[in-house]
């Protein structure tokens, strides 16, 4: 056999052999294959319809989302159809995405800016709304029945004078167990009405948001919780009263009313001054009321020749000739000052503010004081100045004319034979001149009339 012959018979043989090895891994593996891929087309479409049911049963469900349409194929979950907001259309093709099968979402949604499509949503729940609520007037009504119920009883114990004397003798500690009271029978009525309407979890998330505000507004209204407490504390102490004569810091009057935040005062120009609780509080307060009995002082300059004692005898007497002064404590003197030209003297007296007004008792008694001085020609020199001419002497009439003033002025009465003043003169001016003005008075009284609910203090004097 030649060489062609034997290579086209090999080649024959490798063929065949081929052939026959290809055609058993076929007949092995080709079944499983044609299995598979049957199995794949059968269960495709199912899916594709189990995935579609599934979503729109999810969307039915939704308010504003059971219009959308939904389509699968292949894993693919496309969305089509309105929304009426950008957050309805997240909230779909989220739902979309966790839905078992889905591999990918096609979000062909658009939002809606039709006015009747945004309207409709609100008229529905308006709808529910008025439904529900008719439905629970019944309930409604008898809550708020509850609620006037309890707060008609608190106030009822709340004006039990009785109960408030009992347990505090302070008018304005009556007033906030008066006030506590009737919160607290209010604050039960809730509580009872909020179980009727089967709203007691509201009560938590109330106190919770009260807690907050209550630390916000305590910061805000820091000022006006100190002069409420300034108040209380004031009230408790009471260090003044009504009617009442007081200063504070450089405010001067008379009290007309302590509020929970202010203390009001008229000054004698009639004119009314109100001071935060908290500077009253805090200052320094003169209280010219709280003892009847006041000293007024006054100074008066006397020269250097006149006979102290003799001047201080015709100042006594003439003070306790005054019906408006009273003899025990007695007048005072005191030297303040001994000068090149006077003596500086201070005489002092005591009144009884109830009956005589101070200021017109001490003017009255500074003009009879002069008066009698007068009389008994002592000198009151003003401050003498000694002037030295640089330029040369002096005028001889200027030395005249002083030693003339001087002549005139230096004859007192020093052997004894001193004027006093008659007791019609000491009393010219009558004792009703001399009483307290009532005309402030009156206005307190006015003003704590019209504003008597507001006031913390008791209406009468200790």
């Known amino acids: 056999m030649s060489k062609p012959a034997k290579k086209s018979s090999f080649l024959l043989v490798f063929y065949l052999w081929s052939a026959l090895f290809s055609g058993t891994a076929v007949a092995e593996i080709a079944p499983p294959t044609a299995v598979e891929s049957a199995e794949t087309i059968a269960i495709e479409p199912a899916s594709d319809r189990e995935i579609e049911n599934r979503l729109r049963s999810i969307l039915s469900e939704l308010d504003g989302l059971d219009a959308i349409e939904v389509q699968s194929k292949a894993g693919v979950a496309e969305l089509q159809g309105m929304v009426l907001s950008q957050e309805q259309r997240d909230i779909a093709v989220d739902l979309a995405a966790k839905v078992d099968g889905v591999v990918q979402v096609s979000d062909k949604l658009a939002v809606s800016n039709s006015v009747l499509d945004r309207l409709n949503p609100l008229l529905t729940s308006v709808e529910n709304l008025t439904q529900n609520t008719l439905s629970l007037l019944p309930l409604l009504l008898i809550a708020v029945a509850v609620v006037l119920l309890f707060r008609w009883v608190g106030r009822f114990v709340s004006r039990r004078e009785v109960l408030l004397r009992r347990l505090s003798s302070n008018s304005f500690v009556q007033e906030l167990l008066a006030q506590a009271i009737r919160a607290g029978f209010t604050l039960l009525g809730l509580l009872v009405a909020l179980e009727i309407l089967d709203a007691t979890a509201l009560v938590g998330a109330v106190l919770g948001t009260a807690g907050v505000v ?130 500086v003297v201070k005489i002092s007296a005591w009144i009884d503010q109830r009956n005589f007004d101070f200021n017109k008792v001490r003017t009255e008694a500074i003009r009879l004081i002069k008066r009698v001085f007068d009389d008994n020609d002592f000198d009151m020199p003003e401050p003498i100045y000694r002037l030295k001419a640089a330029g040369g002497p002096i005028v001889a009439s200027v030395f005249e004319t002083n030693e003339r003033v001087q002549g005139e002025s230096e004859s007192p009465k020093q052997d004894g034979s001193a004027v006093h003043l008659t007791d019609a003169v000491i009393n010219e001016v009558e004792a009703s001149e001399l009483q307290p003005d009532k005309h402030i008075d009156e206005q307190i009284v006015k003003e704590q009339r019209q504003f008597e609910e507001g006031s913390t203090l008791t209406k009468e004097l200790e």
């Open 214 to 343: 209550g630390i916000a507004m305590g910061f805000a209204f820091r000022d006006t919780i100190e002069n409420y407490i300034a108040g209380i504390l004031l009230s408790i102490k009471r260090p003044f009263l009504p009617n009442e004569h007081i200063q504070i810091d450089s405010f001067e009057g008379k009290v007309i009313r302590l509020t929970s935040r202010a203390t009001i005062i008229m000054n004698f120009d009639g004119n009314h001054i109100r001071i935060p609780n908290a500077t009253v509080f805090k200052s320094v307060m003169l209280n010219f009321s709280r003892n009847s009995e006041r000293r007024f002082t006054f100074e008066v300059g006397l020269g250097n020749d006149v006979d102290l004692m003799q001047a201080t005898e015709l100042a006594r007497t003439t003070l306790l000739g005054m019906k408006s002064v009273l003899d025990e404590p007695a007048p005072g003197f005191n030297i303040m000052a001994l000068g090149d030209s006077n003596v």
